[in-house]
């Protein structure tokens, strides 16, 4: 079985600091590991994805993730945060299946 | 249209009635998914289609909840007698085939309030 959990339900930052988004993974296999991002009255989009090969992935809109599995981790990081950042942000996992498991998701509010 | 498309986008229901829900998937896209999203909360995994295999029925939250897929085509999410506690964004996304390495496209959603 795999799980997903994010650490934190609400993260506030100023415009122009980092943005951690943390997520801890279980799972029985060597999963594959995304981020999505919501934004208001949109559609999920895809900002990231590990599958085994190189553990710092680099996605859209300057956000980077690093897989470490001794910690179970997939945390979400961007250096500087924009206004067009604020959203919902969601750390899933798959198996090596089709099913998605989808964490709680992480509010993010940028402060100008 | 290139992206995944769901209708209508938002449905306001009577309790006890039934509801149809339509996904149109990226045309050459083998896997179709449903999730549920209430507010507040993460996504919900209902079913999956994958080609011509049977589906994967497991999360259905009751026998109310029914889906069907024609090949690798439309799909419609069907919610007989609907509660209030179904009242959610219903979720349809596809993908070029099932498995660990191909990205999911998801569609705007479908609200569904019941009253």
């Known amino acids: 079985a795999q799980s997903v959990t994010q650490l934190d339900s609400h993260v506030s930052v100023s415009e122009g600091t980092p943005v951690l988004l943390r997520c801890n993974y279980s799972?029985?296999?060597?999963?594959?590991l995304f981020w999505y991002v919501q934004h208001p009255n949109k559609g999920l989009q895809l900002l990231l994805k590990?599958?085994?090969?190189?553990?710092l992935v680099k996605g859209i809109n300057g956000f980077e993730a690093e897989f470490k599995k001794s910690e179970t981790s997939f945390h979400l990081t961007k250096p500087s945060a924009h206004m067009s950042d604020a959203a919902e942000y969601f750390c899933?996992?798959?198996?090596?299946?089709?099913?998605?498991?989808f964490g709680a998701g992480t509010t993010v509010t940028v402060r100008a | 249209g290139a992206g995944v498309s769901q209708s209508p986008s938002n449905k306001v229901t009577e309790k006890g009635k039934d509801v149809e829900l339509r996904c149109d998937p990226i045309?050459?896209?083998?896997?179709l998914y449903w999730y549920r999203q209430r507010l507040g909360q993460g996504l919900e995994f209902l079913i999956y289609?994958?080609?011509?295999?049977?589906?994967?029925k497991s999360g259905l939250p009751s026998d109310r909840f029914s889906a069907e897929r024609t090949g690798e085509s439309v799909s419609t999410l069907t919610i007989q007698r609907t509660q209030q506690e179904d009242s959610a964004v219903y979720l349809c996304?596809?993908?070029?085939?099932?498995?660990?390495?191909?990205?999911?496209?998801f569609g705007q959603g479908t609200r569904l309030t019941v009253v």
């Open positions: 996304a596809s993908s070029l085939a099932g498995g660990m390495n191909t990205e999911a496209f």
């Open positions: 289609f994958q080609g011509n295999s049977a589906p994967d």
């Open positions: 045309s050459g896209h083998t896997a």
């Open positions: 899933v996992v798959s198996p090596n299946d089709y099913k998605l498991s």
């Open positions: 590990y599958t085994s090969a190189a553990t």
């Open positions: 799972s029985s296999y060597s999963p594959s």
